[in-house]
C-alpha cells in the first residue's frame, strides 16, 4: 500500500510561482508512474502531468505545457511540479498519484492517490 503526502500548496498572486512536493511511502517508489492532477470547484478532475518511473518520460496538458514541469527523485521519494507562470484557471485542488506501469493521463487507471493541496491564484 503506498501512502501519498502532497505539500507546498498556497496562496500566489498571477504570473508568480509555486512548486509542489509528493512525497511517497510504503512500497517502493521506483516501480511506480507518478502523475499530477487537479480539480476545481464544480469542475471535473482533470489530468496536468505525468511522469514514468524512471523520469525519462513526461506528458503534459496542453494547458499547462510549457509553463509546469514535472521531476521526480527515486531516492528521496519524492515527486515534485513546479508551477510558473500561474494563471487564476490553475486554481485547484492538485492531487498526486501513483500506478504501476506505464505513465498515462488517465485518472481512472492510477491506484493510490494523495489527499490533494489547494493552489490558489489571485488576478
Known amino acids: 500500500q503506498v501512502q501519498l503526502v502532497e505539500s507546498g500548496g498556497g496562496l500566489v498572486q498571477a504570473g508568480g510561482s509555486l512548486k509542489l512536493s509528493c512525497l511517497a511511502s510504503?512500497?517502493?517508489?521506483?516501480?511506480?508512474?507518478m502523475g499530477w492532477f487537479r480539480q476545481a470547484p464544480s469542475k471535473e478532475r482533470e489530468f496536468v502531468a505525468a511522469?514514468?518511473?524512471?523520469?525519462?518520460?513526461?506528458y503534459y496538458a496542453d494547458s499547462v505545457k510549457g509553463r509546469f514541469t514535472i521531476s521526480r527523485d527515486n531516492a528521496k521519494n519524492t515527486v515534485y511540479l513546479q508551477m510558473n507562470s500561474l494563471k487564476p484557471e490553475d486554481t485547484a485542488v492538485y492531487y498526486c498519484?501513483?500506478?504501476?506501469?506505464?505513465?498515462?493521463?488517465?485518472?481512472?487507471?492510477?491506484?493510490?492517490w494523495g489527499q490533494g493541496t489547494q493552489v490558489t491564484v489571485s488576478s
Open positions: 498519484a501513483a500506478r504501476r506501469g506505464a505513465a498515462l493521463t488517465t485518472g481512472s487507471v492510477y491506484d493510490y
Open positions: 511522469i514514468s518511473w524512471s523520469g525519462a518520460s513526461t
Open positions: 510504503g512500497g517502493t517508489f521506483s516501480y511506480y508512474a
